[in-house]
């Protein structure tokens, strides 16, 4: 069956990285656009990046532009959203999603367009 599967989160002080991982199997990874989310206590679930089949094609919201960075490797079936100066505002449960298309991304920023979801890992950045 179809499966994603989030690691990397963990506590950091603010100004801190880390690199999160998005792993999957039960489909054709290449064909896949595969975004992330976050969802902080109390509000909605939000868009954070998205990345094409090839990784050819990158958005960002505009709040971690410069900060976060999206990539994949087919050949491990692996996303990566590596962040950078981390903020306490970025505190919150990351998910990523998946959908299966080779449309460019841009078409792909909101929760609805996913098929697939990870089961999500907490981000905390303390001040």
């Known amino acids: 069956q179809v499966q994603l599967v989030e690691s990397g989160g963990g506590l950091v002080q603010a100004g801190g990285s880390l690199r999160l991982s998005c792993a999957a199997s039960?489909?054709?990874?290449?064909?896949?656009?595969v975004g992330w989310f976050r969802q902080a206590p109390g509000k909605e679930r939000e868009f954070v990046s998205t990345?094409?089949?090839?990784?050819?094609?990158?958005y960002y919201t505009d709040s971690v532009k410069g900060r976060f960075t999206i990539s994949r490797d087919n050949a491990k079936n692996t996303v990566y959203l590596q962040m950078n100066s981390l903020k306490p505002e970025d505190t919150a449960v990351y998910y990523c999603?998946?959908?299966?298309?080779?449309?460019?991304?841009?078409?792909?920023?909101?929760?609805?367009?996913?098929?697939?979801w990870g089961q999500g890992t907490q981000v905390t950045v303390s001040s």
């Open positions: 999603a998946a959908v299966s298309t080779y449309r460019d991304p841009y078409y792909y920023r909101s929760n609805e367009k996913y098929d697939y």
């Open positions: 039960g489909l054709t990874f290449s064909r896949l656009v």
């Open positions: 990345i094409s089949w090839s990784g050819g094609s990158t």
